[in-house]
C-alpha cells in the first residue's frame, strides 16, 4: 500500500477509530510538515487512544512550528478530560523544550492529586531546564510518591543549580537503592561541589553494587 497525504487524511477521517490509529502510524513516512499538518485534528479525537498517539508525535512533529505546536499541547495539558492524554503533553512540551509553558506545567501540578501526571510534568521540567523550575522540583523531593520523589531528583539535577546540592544529601542514606543509584546519577551533575563529591565517594562504597557503579560513573 502507497502512503499518501490524500490516504491518511481518508482513513482520519474515518468512523472507525482502528483506521484513525493506522494512520497517525502511517504519518511517520510523510514529510513532516505534511505530517503535522494532518495530525491536528487527531488532538481533539473523541477516542482517547487516537489523541494519546496523536500528542506523543507532536514531541518531534512540533519542531515544524514551535509556535503552534506550543498552542496545541497547552490546549491538551488544560483541557483534556484524560491523564494519559496531559501526561502525554507535558512530555511533549519537554521534548520541544518549550519553556514558555512552565507557568501551564506548575499551575496543573497543583492542580491534580495524579500521580502519573505529576510524575511527567516533574520529569519534564528537568529535561525542559527552565530555571524557574526549582522552586516546583525542591518541593516534589518531598512528594509523598515515591515516583514523583524519583523524578524530581533527576530533573534537579539536570538544572545544575548547586543549591539542589544541599536537597539531594538526605537521599544518600534513603532506604531505597533505587532511590541511592538515582541520587549518584543527579550529584553527578555538580563536579564542582565539595559535598557532592564526598556524598558521591561514599555511595561508590554502598553495598549494592548499581549504587556503587552508578557513583564510580559520576566520579569519573
Given at each position: 500500500?502507497?502512503?499518501?497525504?490524500?490516504?491518511?487524511?481518508?482513513?482520519?477521517?474515518?468512523?472507525?477509530?482502528?483506521?484513525?490509529?493506522?494512520?497517525?502510524?502511517?504519518?511517520?513516512?510523510?514529510?513532516?510538515?505534511?505530517?503535522?499538518?494532518?495530525?491536528?485534528?487527531?488532538?481533539?479525537?473523541?477516542n482517547?487512544?487516537?489523541?494519546?498517539?496523536?500528542?506523543?508525535?507532536?514531541?518531534?512533529?512540533?519542531?515544524?512550528?514551535?509556535?503552534?505546536?506550543?498552542?496545541?499541547?497547552?490546549?491538551?495539558?488544560?483541557?483534556?478530560?484524560?491523564?494519559?492524554?496531559?501526561?502525554?503533553?507535558?512530555?511533549?512540551?519537554?521534548a520541544?523544550?518549550?519553556?514558555?509553558?512552565?507557568?501551564?506545567?506548575?499551575?496543573?501540578?497543583?492542580?491534580?492529586?495524579?500521580?502519573?501526571?505529576?510524575?511527567?510534568?516533574?520529569?519534564?521540567?528537568?529535561?525542559?531546564?527552565?530555571?524557574?523550575?526549582?522552586?516546583?522540583?525542591?518541593?516534589?523531593?518531598?512528594?509523598?510518591?515515591?515516583?514523583?520523589?524519583?523524578a524530581?531528583?533527576?530533573?534537579?539535577?539536570?538544572?545544575?543549580?548547586?543549591?539542589?546540592?544541599?536537597?539531594?544529601?538526605?537521599?544518600?542514606?534513603?532506604?531505597?537503592?533505587?532511590?541511592?543509584?538515582?541520587?549518584?546519577?543527579?550529584?553527578?551533575?555538580?563536579?564542582?561541589?565539595?559535598?557532592?563529591?564526598?556524598a558521591l565517594?561514599?555511595?561508590?562504597?554502598?553495598?549494592?553494587?548499581?549504587?556503587?557503579?552508578?557513583?564510580?560513573?559520576?566520579?569519573?
Amino acid at each position: 500500500m502507497t502512503i499518501t497525504p490524500e490516504s491518511v487524511e481518508h482513513l482520519l477521517a474515518s468512523e472507525q477509530f482502528s483506521d484513525r490509529l493506522s494512520a497517525l502510524n502511517h504519518l511517520r513516512q510523510l514529510e513532516p510538515a505534511v505530517a503535522f499538518r494532518l495530525i491536528r485534528p487527531a488532538l481533539t479525537d473523541a477516542n482517547v487512544r487516537v489523541r494519546y498517539a496523536a500528542v506523543s508525535q507532536v514531541a518531534t512533529l512540533g519542531a515544524q512550528d514551535r509556535e503552534l505546536a506550543l498552542v496545541l499541547l497547552r490546549d491538551r495539558l488544560i483541557h483534556d478530560p484524560e491523564i494519559d492524554v496531559k501526561a502525554a503533553a507535558a512530555d511533549a512540551l519537554s521534548a520541544l523544550k518549550l519553556q514558555e509553558a512552565f507557568g501551564d506545567l506548575e499551575q496543573v501540578y497543583r492542580g491534580t492529586n495524579e500521580w502519573l501526571l505529576q510524575f511527567s510534568i516533574i520529569a519534564a521540567l528537568g529535561e525542559m531546564g527552565h530555571p524557574d523550575g526549582f522552586a516546583l522540583l525542591a518541593e516534589a523531593l518531598g512528594s509523598q510518591t515515591e515516583l514523583v520523589q524519583t523524578a524530581a531528583i533527576t530533573a534537579i539535577g539536570e538544572l545544575g543549580d548547586e543549591r539542589a546540592v544541599p536537597l539531594l544529601l538526605p537521599f544518600v542514606h534513603h532506604d531505597d537503592w533505587q532511590m541511592r543509584a538515582r541520587t549518584a546519577q543527579s550529584l553527578g551533575n555538580f563536579k564542582t561541589s565539595a559535598p557532592a563529591q564526598e556524598a558521591l565517594a561514599k555511595l561508590a562504597q554502598d553495598d549494592m553494587e548499581a549504587v556503587a557503579q552508578a557513583a564510580q560513573a559520576s566520579l569519573s
